[in-house]
């Protein structure tokens, strides 16, 4: 059975627009919540996309940043559940830099973004082979809580 993760609508668009913004690089961050037979995601913090390179083929996060994204969750009584990205022109799909970069127990939300807007949302979790299975992803319309 595919793992479930599910993202409050509002905090989907938020991740959405945030990568929208970012094109034609590639946008990335941090989404939170709580763990569980379905993984709840209710925040999110956005990253600043600092690889050195062609920024619209690749991302890194600063060090300081995963260390401020486990402090937010942390302080928060939250779990860091993962990563988002997004491929601009390409699709939502994991490329092999980004399995060999993946921990196993984070879940990754990839968005493709074109000049018209994000288009697709798929999120995958790396399995016990270090092969990406994708998370069935659904949306909830919970109120949401963000911070950026």
């Known amino acids: 059975m595919a793992p479930t993760i599910s993202f409050q609508a ?6 959405r627009a945030h990568l929208f913004r970012a094109y034609p690089e590639e946008g990335c ?5 709580k763990d569980g037979e379905t993984r709840q995601v209710t925040h999110f913090l956005a990253a600043k996309n ?3 390179g062609d920024r619209k083929r690749r991302f890194s996060i600063r060090p300081a940043d995963y260390l401020l994204a486990e402090q937010f969750a942390l302080e928060n009584g939250l779990d860091l559940l993962g990563i988002y990205h997004s491929h601009p ?3 939502a799909i994991p ?5 060999t970069n993946a921990v196993p127990w984070f879940s990754y939300l990839i968005v493709t973004t074109t000049a018209a807007g994000p288009t697709l949302s ?3 979790q790396l399995n016990e082979q270090g092969q990406f ?3 069935v992803l659904v949306q909830s319309e919970t109120a949401s809580t963000t911070w950026k």
């Open 95 to 99: 490329s092999e830099t980004d399995r």
């Open 29 to 33: 961050g941090f989404f939170f919540g």
């Open 122 to 124: 798929r999120s995958w």
């Open 10 to 15: 509002s905090i989907l668009d938020e991740i």
């Open 50 to 52: 600092v690889f050195e």
């Open 89 to 91: 022109n390409h699709p």
């Open 133 to 135: 299975v994708e998370e």
